[in-house]
Structure formats: C-alpha cells, structure tokens
C-alpha cells in the first residue's frame, strides 16, 4: 500500500527592531546572559507592556505580502503555561479565527516546475521566551535577554498543502526569501532567528482521513528539515504497516545521529486557558495605515525570478539561487547595472561565488569580491587580457583580499600572451619536448593535442591564449 504525507508548517521569525515586543530593551545577540533584561520582560507584578509599533507593521507588511485579510482590529490574548524561559507564566500572543494580525492568505511555490500556493492560516505576532541552557548535570541556567522580543509566527492552513519533505523545504526557502526581502528577518536558521517545527502525517491513498501528526523540533538549518520530515514519513508509515499506531507527540531531531525522538506528547489548545490580555488595547488597523505598509512592498521573490526567466533569458536553477535572498538578487542586479551581460553576471554568482561563499560561511554582503570588482574581472577576461584559467585565480585572490582584479594584473603580469611570435617559440619547445606524444598525433591519436595545450599552459603559468595555443600547435605539427 502506498501512504501519503501531508505536512503543515509552523515557522517562528525573530523580528528586526531595536527594541523587544512590551518594553525599551534593546533586542541584541551575543550580550552577557541578562543584561538586557527590564522588570517588564522579566514578568515583575505590576508592569505594563506596551506594544512594539515597529513589529506590528513588519507583520503587517508579511501578512499583505503573503496575501492575508487584514484584522480592521488585532488583538492579544495570553498563552498560559509553566516553563523556566517564561517568566510571566504566560506568553502574550494571537489566537483564534479573526484577531491575529493576518488570516487566510497563500504564498505560492514552485516544485518541478510546477506552481501552486500553499494556503496560510494565519500570521500573528507574539513574544519569544528566554533560553535555557543545562551545562552541568541536576542545573540549568536562564538568560532571559531573548525574552519579551517580538516574535512573528507563521502557520499553514489545514489540512496541508504540502506532501514532501521537498515541497515543505521549497515552502520554506520561498518564505525565508520572503521576510528577507521585506527587512523584517534576517532568516538565520543556524542562528535560531528563523525557526521551523513542522507537523507530519501519512495516510493510505485514496483515504479521506488524514493520520495522526507528529510535530518536529530542533530543525535548524534546510538540510535538517528535509532530512528531519524525511525520516518521520519512513517511522510513521513503518508503524502502520506493522500494525500499530502513530502517537500524537512532539519529538526532536537529531542531526548528528539523523533520528527523531519523543520529547513530550502534543498538548491540546484548550490547556492553555487562552483569554484576551487585559492590559494591552486593541491595535485598530487603519485603511490609511494599511495602503501606506502596502506601498513599501518590494518587487518579491518569484515575481523577481519570473523577471530574471523573460528579461535575461535565466534557467530555473539560476533565478532560484538568484533570487532566494534580497542580497543575492541586488548583487545580480548592480552587476547587470555595471554592463555585464546578465547569462555571464549569473554563470559567475551561482557557480564561483556561491562556492566561495558556501566553503567559507561568508555572506554575499560581506563578501569582498564585490559586483563593481566582478565586472570588472569579467570585462579583463572578455577583452582577452586574462584568460580563463587566470580569471578563476585572479577569482579566488580577490574573495580573499578585496583587491581589485586590473589592480593585480598589472602589479603581476598576469597579461594573457596572445602575441604570435611568443606563443609559437613555446609551441615550438613543447613540440621538441615531447616525442612520444607528438609520435601519436602523427599516428592519428588527434585527442592527444589536448595534453599539448595543458603543456602550453605550464609553461606560461595559465598565461596562454589557449585557442591561439592549440593553433599554433596544429601548425607546427604540421596537421
Ligand atoms: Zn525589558
Ligand atoms: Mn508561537
């Protein structure tokens, strides 16, 4: 019997503002534990929050982006439950069908090339809780400076839309592109700014019912979430072909070991006691305020990538590297400014460049290699100053030092050596070098004129014209 996966995604994206959700402190990583911590964001009685104009119009802006009905009324309710990260004992959050910021919108994708959208349910904004950490056996810590900070939240309509592990990943490098575009994330998932817990189900084909779900944690990067949502459909349909049952449950994935675990079976909503929080008024949404966040939305992702197919004539594979994050794309786009044909600009930023940046951990905004050094490397390569072997190191020298590429070839010499008289003395010396091989050239073996060229290139340090090298050698031999 053949199962079929549905999956629903649930994604948390830590907002881009100064200050945390309810109170002044500043939102910042890396800061010793509980520094930027206040009596509000630390649940003391008699504190007031007062909500974040900033992060509610980044929701705001996601939700119309995402093509949400907009509440003319949002409202905040209170999430209780007890845990060491929530000082309050309860998280202020967004709940039911029609007080969350954005409702019943889709985000479309493309998987196969083919195109569909992928209901939402909601978008709301709440706050994020402390971390914990457990360094010694029988004690934890807390740092609660993640506490309080606004926190976006992202769910999928029921029942899903989604029915592989690669679907649900595509979802997700589409959304994570957009919130990019939009400024409102920065979309790390190693960092935990951009998180995703995923709930997965299988059912015979042909069934009306969906399974009983699991949902995953622990997911921070895409390879773990295809691997994660992989390995739970393998687990789910092992139960049932065994006989037995899914359980409904949360359980981690690790990523070393490649398998999830059981960490707490699934709560149920009415266990939270959600009722609307008393100290917070209503955020009356304005048709003003809402066409003025309408207007500051960006050209985004697949609209781009659309562009990129008809104007540049682009594949899928590179409008999806291109596009998949707003510096990526601006990149493209100052290099086609600068006059580069758009086919080389792409050839160079999703092959070499994307290398480079994938080896060494560098953003494309922090590379140092920047558009205005690209064009003007490839403009060396298209006047046949440099040829192609010398571009590709004069490539990996200038990602690592930021100097510019006609800067080094002048300084080194590294001028292509197209004239006549010198590459053919070369030839000439590879020629008498090398008798075996040119023995079977003249015995037919035309192929072996490749390794000749290659000669050529060593003794010129890559210098050599190579369509003018293998002339040459053509001549001289005679053929
Ligand atoms: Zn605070
Ligand atoms: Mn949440």
Request: glycine share 8%; hydrophobic share 35%.
């Amino acid at each position: 019997m053949r199962y079929i996966p549905s999956i629903g995604m649930e994604v948390h994206a830590q907002l881009l503002t100064e200050s945390k959700m309810f109170c002044a402190c500043p939102v910042r990583f890396g800061d010793p534990p509980n520094t930027n911590v206040c009596p509000t964001c630390l649940g003391m009685p008699g504190t007031l929050p007062v909500p974040n104009k900033k992060a509610v119009e980044h929701v705001i802006r996601t939700a119309l982006a995402l093509n949400c009905q907009i509440a003319p009324v949002a409202m905040f309710y209170r999430k209780n439950y007890f845990y060491p990260d929530l000082p309050k004992g309860y998280q202020i959050s967004q709940y039911g069908d029609v007080h969350p910021i954005g409702t019943k919108g889709y985000l479309e994708i493309e998987v196969e090339g083919e195109r569909f959208p992928v209901r939402i349910k909601r978008v709301h904004l709440e706050e994020d809780t402390g971390k914990l950490f457990h360094y010694l056996p029988g004690e934890s810590e807390v740092d609660f400076n993640r506490a309080g900070a606004p926190l976006m939240e992202i769910v999928t309509d029921f029942p899903p839309d989604l029915h592989s592990a690669e679907a649900a990943k595509e979802y997700l490098v589409q959304l994570r592109a957009v919130l990019t575009y939009l400024g409102v994330c920065d979309g790390k998932m190693e960092e935990g700014s951009l998180r995703c817990e995923p709930n997965i189900s299988v059912a015979p084909e042909g069934s009306n019912q969906l399974g009983v779900k699991t949902e995953l944690k622990n997911l921070n990067s895409f390879r773990s979430v295809v691997r994660g949502i992989e390995f739970e459909i393998e687990r789910q349909i092992k139960i049932l072909k065994s006989g037995g049952q899914v359980v409904q449950e949360t359980r981690g994935w690790n990523e070393e070991g490649a398998y999830s675990f059981p960490l707490r079976t699934k709560e149920y909503e009415q266990d939270y006691r959600y009722f609307p929080e008393p100290d917070i008024v209503p955020i009356r949404i304005s048709a003003e305020w809402l066409e003025e966040l309408r207007a500051t939305i960006p050209e985004l992702p697949l609209q781009k990538a659309d562009r990129y197919r008809k104007e540049y004539k682009l594949s899928a594979t590179e409008t999806r590297i291109l596009t998949a994050d707003i510096d990526t794309a601006n990149y493209f786009e100052q290099c086609v400014q600068l006059g580069v044909e758009p086919k080389i600009a792409s050839n160079w930023i999703t092959v070499e460049l994307q290398a480079r940046l994938n080896e060494t951990g560098i953003s494309i905004r922090e590379s140092k290699l920047t558009p205005a050094h690209l064009a003007d490397l490839i403009d060396l390569l298209h006047k046949g100053v440099i040829s192609g072997r010398i571009a590709k190191e004069l490539f990996d020298e200038v990602f690592r030092t930021g100097e510019l590429p006609s800067k080094i070839v002048q300084e080194r010499g590294m001028v292509q050596i197209s004239d006549e008289d010198a590459l053919r003395a070369i030839a000439r010396k590879v020629i008498a070098e090398n008798p075996d091989v040119v023995a079977k050239y003249r015995a037919g073996k035309t192929s072996v004129l490749g390794y000749l060229v290659g000669q050529m290139m060593r003794e010129t340090q890559g210098r050599a014209n190579p369509q003018r090298a293998q002339q040459l050698l053509r001549e001289e031999l005679g053929g």
